[in-house]
Nanobody
Framework: QVPLVESGGGLVQAGGSLRLSCAAS????????MGWFRQAPGKEREFVAG???????FYTDSVKGRFTISRDNTKNTMYLQMNSLRPEDTAVYSC?????????????????WGQGTQVTVSS
């Protein structure tokens, strides 16, 4: 199992930065594909960024150049550095892990999910 706990959310002004963390327990972290998803009020959950076992990454277009996903397998932790934040980035951000993820964007391929952390960007 890979229970996941997010942290690092909060309130920030537009243009500011936040770094989210996703801590995983269990020895399966290093062999898992990891992803960040977000859900804004009244909207469906959407893919934000993903990172594979080998460190390959993929981003949704709206965050390219602003967000950076990374992982530290020695700490069983994944990160999402978010810069140049915009009000439209406001959402609950959740991390996810999967062992058989063929496409980063396919949320049904992820087996484990965290509870989420709120990110609010004020204008």
């Amino acid at each position: 199992q890979v229970p996941l706990v997010e942290s690092g959310g909060g309130l920030v002004q537009a243009g500011g930065s936040l770094r989210l963390s996703c801590a995983a327990s269990g020895r399966a972290f290093s062999s898992s594909t990891m992803g960040w998803f977000r859900q804004a009020p009244g909207k469906e959950r959407e893919f934000v960024a993903g990172i594979g076992k080998s460190g390959n990454t993929f981003y949704t277009d709206s965050v390219k150049g602003r967000f950076t996903i990374s992982r530290d397998n020695t700490k069983n932790t994944m990160y999402l550095q978010m810069n140049s934040l915009r009000p439209e980035d406001t959402a609950v951000y959740s991390c996810a892990a999967g062992n058989s993820v063929l496409r980063f964007t396919n949320e049904r391929a992820y087996n484990y999910w965290g509870q989420g952390t709120q990110v609010t960007v004020s204008s």
